[in-house]
């Protein structure tokens, strides 16, 4: 096995681990009534912008390789950040509200169906049609059963598990928009750069609407248990995890990051169950075997890269 490969899929699995234990301790924080989904999201784009910009000054340029941005890409920086840094981020969030973080974890797992019909359409690939075609479906009624059987469970503050659901696999939508079609900035600049444009690009855009939310959270009453859950989600969950994602999108394909996405759901299962915050149901287990099938399917014979646009 190459190196390359070798580094990109352990970049992919602890990433994935990260995100995937993340999930239940975003549950939890905005269980707490302290901070909502948007407001998370605001949090982790403002203090990862922060780390990134004291690290650039900080750090040695042979470290970071940190480099400018050529005018004609200052466009698709600002587009890529709110695509897949506002995009995923803040869909996610305010999804966890609403629903079990499996069910979000699951539901976030759709990467590789959406991206796989994003690149038969935009792109030429060589995959077997019927299998294509049936590992699709079979991915989306494995997302659809997740969206509409999922019960409310006040107890655990799943007030609207529909509402959540969808919010989960639409912010899966963008990550898969950003994985296809923006290779060729991938392409161009250090996965440090690329981050620390994408996330100042994220903070401008979201900052008008949740500033005042930001300073009207109570700081000093969030109990050690908070400050813990907070600093997990913003330093592992946004800038390691994401700065690790960079990593694999130079090293890998677009469908082996999304396909390595379902290890996130067996790290939130055990740590949601740890924590009292999971329910599994006859009707999740048929999703979630519907959906791996799908994806098994649909990843068969996937491991070229999009070399041709049409």
């Known amino acids: 096995m190459k190196k ?4 990109g899929l352990l970049a992919l699995i602890i990433a994935n681990i990260i995100w995937g234990v993340m999930s239940p301790l975003l549950k939890d924080l905005l269980n707490t009534g302290t901070m909502s989904g948007m407001t998370v999201s605001a949090i982790r784009m403002i203090i990862c912008t922060a780390l990134f910009w004291v690290l ?29 840094i506002i995009g995923t981020q803040t869909l996610t969030n305010i999804g966890a509200e609403y629903t079990y973080p499996v069910d979000a974890s699951m539901c976030c797992s759709a990467t590789p ?13 060589k995959f077997p049609p019927m299998l294509k075609i049936v590992g699709v479906l079979l991915g989306l009624a494995g997302v659809l059963i997740f969206i509409f059987a999922t019960d409310e469970n006040p107890e655990m503050h799943v007030t609207n598990p529909f509402l959540g659901d969808t919010l ?16 060729p900035l991938v392409a161009r ?19 008008p609407f ?15 248990m908070s400050w813990f859950e907070l600093s997990f989600i913003v330093i592992l969950g946004s800038f390691v995890g994401y700065l690790l994602i960079a ?36 009707e999740n287990v048929i999703a979630t075997i519907l959906i791996f099938v799908g994806v098994w399917l649909v990843n068969m014979q996937s491991d070229e890269l999009i070399v041709e646009k049409k």
Not at 4 to 7: A, E, F, I, N, P
Not at 57 to 76: F, N, S, Y
Not at 170 to 179: K, R, T
Not at 210 to 224: K, N, Q, R
């Open 247 to 282: 990593v694999a999108q130079k090293k890998v394909t677009p469908t082996l990051i999304a396909v390595c996405n379902y290890i996130q759901p067996i790290s939130t299962a055990i740590f949601a169950a740890i924590m009292g915050l999971a329910v599994i149901t006859h």
């Open 113 to 125: 169906i959406f991206t796989l019909i994003l690149g038969a359409i935009f792109y030429h690939r």
């Open 210 to 224: 949740t500033f005042g939310d930001v300073i009207a959270v109570p700081w000093a009453e969030l109990s050690a």
């Open 168 to 183: 989960c696999v639409l912010s899966q939508l963008f990550g898969a928009i950003y994985l296809v079609f923006f290779i």
């Open 56 to 84: 650039s000054v900080i750090l040695p340029k042979k470290v970071t390789q940190d480099t400018g941005i050529a005018k004609k890409d200052i466009k698709w920086m600002a587009i890529g950040g709110v695509i897949f």
């Open 4 to 7: 390359k490969l070798v580094v």
């Open 189 to 207: 600049y250090s996965c440090f750069t690329l981050m620390k444009w994408l996330y100042t690009f994220a903070t401008i855009a979201i900052l």
